[in-house]
Structure formats: C-alpha cells, structure tokens
C-alpha cells in the first residue's frame, strides 16, 4: 500500500522561501499523479498544486501560479513544493496526496479523486 510522508513545513518570514518534500513508500510510484493541498482549520481545503507521473505535465491554482513550483524524482520516490514570495496567507496545513486516475482530476473537487494522502505539515508565514 502506498504511503504518503510530507516534511519541510515550518515558520518563514512574509517573502521568504520554502521547500516542501513528500517521499512515498511502497507500490510503484511513478504511476502515481501527486497533488499538494492546504488547509486552514475552518475553511475548505485547496488544491495548489499536481505533477503527473512522469513530470512533464503540471498544473498550479491561481493563489500560487509563479510562485510555487512543483517537481519529482521518481528515483527518489519524492515530489517536491518549491515556495517563494511566500505570504502570510499561505499560513495553511499542506498535505500530499496521490492518485493513478485522470491528471485533469487532481485538483478537482478538494481532492476527492486522490486516493492516498500523507499526514500533513504546517506552515506558518508570520513576521
């Protein structure tokens, strides 16, 4: 069964940079779209962000589009979340998810088409 663990998360400074990792274990990995998610307690969680299997396809929302930057090893079994211009706005519980059905799906519908997801991590833009 494949398995889902997000780490980076932390506190940064409005403007500042991050670098999220989610690593996977388990099934074979490079069949699997990946998708980034926030939330905040209290609101809908937000898809942000999807890479499909191989990488050469990704997809961003509009909240992070040229701000953010999604990558994979495959090799390595992990997705990365590149952030920049990072605000206090992003302050948000980020979470990894996978699915092996359609890339056009991932960010949909708050990710009820992603079938895995990792535990989660927190990241707090604040000054």
């Known amino acids: 069964q494949l398995q889902l663990v997000e780490s980076g998360g932390g506190l940064v400074q409005p403007g500042g940079s991050l670098k999220l990792s989610c690593t996977a274990k388990g099934l074979i990995f490079n069949v699997y779209s990946i998708g980034w998610f926030r939330q905040v307690p209290g609101k809908e969680r937000e898809g942000i962000s999807c890479?499909?299997?191989?990488?050469?396809?990704?997809k961003y929302s509009d909240s992070v589009n040229g701000r953010f930057t999604i990558s994979r090893d495959n090799a390595k079994h992990t997705v990365y979340l590149q952030m920049d211009s990072l605000k206090p706005e992003d302050t948000a519980t980020y979470y990894c998810?996978?699915?092996?059905?359609?890339?056009?799906?991932?960010?949909?519908?708050?990710?009820?088409?992603?079938?895995?997801w990792g535990q989660g991590t927190l990241l707090n833009v604040s000054s």
């Open positions: 998810a996978a699915t092996h059905g359609l890339f056009a799906l991932c960010l949909l519908d708050q990710g009820k088409y992603l079938e895995v």
């Open positions: 890479i499909s299997p191989s990488g050469s396809r990704t």
